[in-house]
């Protein structure tokens, strides 16, 4: 059973960076079947697909248009776990922050519990 | 904000029958890669309901049921209950450009 575990700050200050870390177990975040992905979640925005990062003899990274410049993904073979940063957050990036797992299918079928990133000073 | 257009809102009696529609376009629902959908519950995560147009994960009711045409998609649930109250969210993937895309969510009522 895969399981996805969040950690990682809920207020982050205006033009800081936010990090967060999901922890994999039951799977690697290695393996070359899925991708391990960041989606976040506004009552603003909806659901919000930001990117994903994926093992296919190379590490690859693919990011959403609207956060291109500011996100970087990073995996961690040796803690099996991905990390998302955004850089020069607003307030506009307050949500609920997920990790998830995307199988062949394109669907994304593990979920992380989520993290409520609020945005302010 | 949200790529694919669903209903706000859709309610039914116990025991009747809902569907919640899901539009999108030819660079996502129209690309052919399949629809997904997802369940959440107040304050927990999207749950997987049916993935690749009309599949259900392991332990998912068999009245939910979705279809998928053209550039537009379905989900039905049959025999509505008390339990299905929940949003429920449609899902794409298009390409590497326009990537994974979400439905603006809808909430149904049991009455």
């Known amino acids: 059973q895969v399981q996805l575990q969040q950690s990682g700050p809920g207020l982050v200050k205006p033009s800081q960076t936010l990090s967060l870390t999901c922890a994999i177990s039951g799977d690697s975040v290695s393996n070359y079947s899925p991708t391990w992905n960041w989606i976040r979640q506004s009552p603003s925005r909806g659901l919000e697909w930001l990117g994903r990062?994926?093992?296919?003899?190379?590490?690859?990274?693919h990011y959403a248009v609207s956060v291109r410049s500011r996100i970087t993904i990073t995996p961690d073979s040796s803690k099996n776990q991905f990390t998302l940063q955004l850089k020069s957050v607003t307030p506009e990036d307050t949500a609920v922050y997920y990790c998830?797992?995307?199988?062949?299918?394109?669907?994304?079928?593990?979920w992380g519990q989520g993290t409520l990133v609020t945005v302010s000073s | 904000q949200s790529v694919l257009t669903q209903p706000p809102s859709v309610s039914g009696a116990p025991g009747q029958r809902v569907t919640i529609s899901c539009t999108g376009s030819?660079?996502?629902?129209?690309?052919?890669?399949?629809v997904h959908w997802y369940q959440q519950l107040p304050g927990t995560a999207p749950k997987l309901l049916i993935y690749t147009n009309n599949n259900r994960p392991s332990g998912v009711p068999d009245r939910f049921s979705a279809s998928t045409s053209g550039t537009s998609a379905s989900l039905t649930i049959s025999g509505l209950q008390a339990e299905d109250e929940a949003d429920y969210y449609c899902q794409s993937y298009g390409s590497s450009l326009t990537d994974y895309v979400f439905g603006s969510g809808t909430k149904v009522t049991v009455l």
């Open positions: 990062t994926y093992y296919r003899s190379n590490w690859f990274n």
């Open positions: 998830a797992r995307s199988s062949g299918n394109f669907d994304f079928d593990y």
């Open positions: 030819s660079s996502d629902i129209g690309a052919g890669s399949g």
